[in-house]
Nanobody
Framework: QVRLVESGGGLVQAGGSLSLSCAAS????????MGWFRQAPGQEREFVAG????????EYADSVKGRFTISRDRAGKTMFLQMNALKPEDTATYYC????????????????????WGQGTQVTVSS
């Protein structure tokens, strides 16, 4: 059974930092793109960041560019999201996602491109 499990969420003051992790089990996603999405209450799930397996290509939402950094290990088992200079509008449930079908593809900004999803981890930024 394939699972993605996020960790690292929590409560932080504005301007602070958090680091999220996403651990994959059941298969490796080496060679496949992975990404982070978030969803705030009453809002649609939105793309945050994504990257190819090699890390040679990354994509970020305009709202997080310069503040968030996505990375992953070479084994394709763990992905990370370093979040700095957090703002109250970053408050959301953060989900990691893996595209298990499009090997060597770029990271899509569309949620429909991802086959596997974690259960989400809550990030709350207080003002």
């Amino acid at each position: 059974q394939v699972r993605l499990v996020e960790s690292g969420g929590g409560l932080v003051q504005a301007g602070g930092s958090l680091s999220l992790s996403c651990a994959a089990s059941g298969r490796t996603f080496s060679g496949y793109p992975m990404g982070w999405f978030r969803q705030a209450p009453g809002q649609e799930r939105e793309f945050v960041a994504g990257m190819t397996w090699s890390g040679g290509s990354t994509e970020y939402a305009d709202s997080v560019k310069g503040r968030f950094t996505i990375s992953r290990d070479r084994a394709g088992k763990t992905m990370f999201l370093q979040m700095n200079a957090l703002k109250p509008e970053d408050t959301a449930t953060y989900y990691c996602a893996a595209d298990g079908a499009r090997r060597s593809a770029g990271a899509s900004k569309s949620a429909s491109a991802y086959d596997y999803w974690g259960q989400g981890t809550q990030v709350t930024v207080s003002s």
